[in-house]
């Protein structure tokens, strides 16, 4: 049987190789899978990895979509706070759609 988390880590090499479409069809295979359909945990952690695949690329619209899809899942370990930490969503920060999703998501307060 195949393993989702070698998938995904394949997915996520490809994406930073450059090779979107193959990059894209890793994470279908991932995602497709016995565990990641059956365990909402495990899927929701499989679709994160898959943001981070997007973000280095996909455009900031499709990245967004996509983590719009992910923050209304309802189990979860992130939050929109916590992905925005990791460095590979820096240049999508300023795009109005991540706005938009900051000002949908985020926990924090007008002083942080």
């Given at each position: 049987?195949?393993?989702?988390?070698?998938?995904?880590?394949?997915?996520q090499?490809?994406?930073?190789?450059?090779?979107?479409?193959?990059?894209?069809e890793?994470?279908?295979?991932a995602?497709?899978q016995?565990?990641?359909t059956?365990?909402v945990?495990?899927?929701?952690?499989q679709?994160?990895?898959?943001?981070l695949?997007?973000?280095?690329?996909?455009?900031?619209?499709?990245?967004a979509?996509?983590?719009d899809d992910?923050?209304?899942?309802?189990?979860?370990y992130?939050?929109?706070?916590?992905l925005?930490?990791?460095p590979?969503?820096d240049?999508?920060?300023?795009?109005?759609?991540?706005?938009a999703l900051?000002a949908?998501?985020?926990?924090?307060g007008?002083?942080a």
């Amino acid at each position: 049987a195949d393993d989702y988390r070698a998938m995904m880590a394949r997915a996520q090499a490809l994406a930073i190789l450059g090779d979107g479409p193959a990059a894209r069809e890793a994470t279908r295979q991932a995602l497709a899978q016995t565990i990641p359909t059956r365990d909402v945990i495990v899927r929701s952690e499989q679709r994160m990895r898959e943001l981070l695949g997007l973000a280095m690329m996909a455009d900031s619209g499709e990245l967004a979509a996509a983590m719009d899809d992910y923050l209304r899942l309802e189990m979860k370990y992130w939050q929109f706070d916590g992905l925005m930490l990791d460095p590979v969503f820096d240049r999508h920060r300023e795009h109005p759609a991540m706005r938009a999703l900051e000002a949908k998501y985020s926990r924090k307060g007008p002083d942080a």
